[in-house]
């Protein structure tokens, strides 16, 4: 289940990945497969070429991409989750799901 998001930020990120832009969006997220992790970060990008590229720079295998038809993407969680936010800057998301 997802929740601590809004419809303009999961728009905009539907907007950014359709246009093959590298997109980031954290929400809470809870699910019993990943016991401790309460929150993942979706990286997607519509071009999977790119997507690849990008995930290259923090060792991503690209077998992880999820590719979804319409907006393929990494689910990032845990330590991996917070290492990337830092190295993209993304605080507001850090401070904002307490990672």
Not at 11 to 30: P, S
Request: charged residues 30%.
């Amino acid at each position: 289940m997802a929740f601590g998001l809004n419809r303009d930020e999961l728009i905009e990120w539907k907007r950014k990945v359709a246009k093959g832009e590298i997109a980031i969006l954290t929400h809470y997220w809870l699910d019993d497969r990943f016991p401790g992790c309460t929150s993942v970060t979706k990286v997607g990008c519509k071009d999977v070429e790119k997507l690849i590229e990008w995930g290259n720079q923090y060792h991503l295998n690209p077998n992880y991409i999820h590719l979804d038809e319409r907006y393929p993407h990494f689910d990032l969680f845990g330590q991996r989750q917070k290492e990337v936010l830092i190295q993209e800057g993304k605080w507001d998301h850090i401070t904002k799901f307490d990672l």
